[in-house]
């Protein structure tokens, strides 16, 4: 049974800091494409950042330098550090993984990150 389990969301002021982590169990997580992706009151699920398998990452212009994409996989954990907290970074944060061949994706539930002013 696949497994994505977000954690480490709350509730947090403006310029703070979070650490999200992604743990993963029934996959083989080290060929997976890893992703956060996060979707805010009323709007649509948007990408956050990205890891390839290979280790290459990619940022949403929105985040970069501010949140910092990382896996580790003899944990099988993806990790989101996320510093200089905006209100507009309010929303339910996701883990995606994804497998190129055959193509197989998975979600988790999410964690809730709330940025007061």
């Known amino acids: 049974q696949v497994q994505l389990v977000e954690s480490g969301g709350g509730l947090v002021q403006a310029g703070g800091s979070l650490r999200l982590s992604c743990a993963t169990s029934?996959?083989?997580?080290?060929?997976?494409?890893m992703g956060w992706y996060r979707q805010a009151p009323g709007k649509q699920r948007e990408l956050v950042a990205t890891?390839?398998?290979?280790?290459?990452?990619n940022y949403a212009d929105s985040v970069k330098g501010r949140f910092t994409i990382s896996r580790d996989n003899a944990k099988n954990t993806m990790y989101l550090q996320i510093d200089s907290l905006k209100p507009e970074d309010t929303a339910v944060y996701y883990c995606?993984?994804?497998?190129?061949?055959?193509?197989?994706?998975?979600w988790g539930q999410g964690t809730r990150v709330t940025v007061s002013s």
């Open positions: 029934g996959i083989i997580f080290g060929v997976y494409n």
């Open positions: 890891i390839t398998s290979a280790g290459y990452i």
């Open positions: 995606r993984a994804q497998r190129a061949s055959p193509t197989l994706v998975y």
